[in-house]
T-cell receptor, first 113, second 114 residues
Framework: GGIITQTPKFLIGQEGQKLTLKCQQN?????MYWYRQDSGKGLRLIYY???????QKGDLSEGYDASREKKSSFSLTVTSAQKNEMAVFLC????????????FGKGTRLTVV | GDSVTQTEGPVTVSESESLIINCTYS????????LFWYVRYPGEGLQLLLK?????QKGSSRGFEATYNKETTSFHLQKASVQESDSAVYYC???????????FGTGTSLLVDP
């Protein structure tokens, strides 16, 4: 089986700071995703990528940039961290569309002070 | 937009008792949504538990079952006899037949007392 590795596990940033979250998968999947989960809410799609160098905006893309330079990696940048922001960012991958099984990483927990 | 509503947790059940976690959905942008249950065990990433892509069909996995009911727009998760190892957070989700966005519920935390 494969694995999705997210780094770092915990990220503390300051207001206005640019922060980058990284994700690697060894499934050889074509599609990768970034979701955001706030406490008490469902996951919301930020960006996804259906192949290397492709980027598609999700519902929550404002305030974020993403980069898919290799098939195995997908990074997410918070362009200007908001004070008191706290959320878990989940990276995921699938072989095709979302009707195929989507595999998730364990998450990066962001705190902005 | 599309939405998923599920039982608010935490839910506590004794081992060997039955379980039902309710899930209802609204799919305004998807004509024939696919329905999913994902689960996150402690210390693990979210993983697919079961999926059903056709209305009227039932999916099952690890003793859990869910039936896609288009009339009541529901996809309740059931298990006849839970085990301590079922303690986890369960997420109901819907998605398009061909597309990339999954819409998730808020998750239901299940604790099974031994």
């Amino acid at each position: 089986g494969g694995i999705i590795t997210q780094t770092p596990k915990f990220l503390i940033g300051q207001e206005g700071q640019k922060l980058t979250l990284k994700c690697q998968q060894n499934f050889n999947h074509d599609t990768m995703y970034w979701y955001r989960q706030d406490s008490g809410k469902g996951l919301r799609l930020i960006y996804y990528s259906i192949t290397e160098n492709d980027l598609q905006k999700g519902d929550l893309s404002e305030g974020y940039d993403a980069s898919r330079e290799k098939k195995s990696s997908f990074s997410l940048t918070v362009t200007s961290a908001q004070k008191n922001e706290m959320a878990v960012f989940l990276c995921a991958s699938s072989i095709g569309a979302a009707n195929t099984e989507v595999f998730f990483g364990k998450g990066t927990r962001l705190t902005v002070v | 937009g599309d939405s998923v509503t599920q039982t608010e947790g935490p839910v506590t059940v004794s081992e060997s008792e039955s379980l039902i976690i309710n899930c209802t959905y609204s799919a305004t942008s998807i004509a024939y949504p696919n329905l999913f249950w994902y689960v996150r065990y402690p210390g693990e990433g979210l993983q697919l538990l079961l999926k059903v892509i056709t209305a009227g069909q039932k999916g099952s996995s690890r003793g859990f079952e869910a039936t896609y009911n288009k009339e009541t727009t529901s996809f309740h998760l059931q298990k006849a006899s839970v085990q301590e190892s079922d303690s986890a957070v369960y997420y109901c989700a819907l998605g398009p037949n061909m597309g990339y966005k999954l819409t998730f519920g808020t998750g239901t935390s299940l604790l099974v007392d031994p």
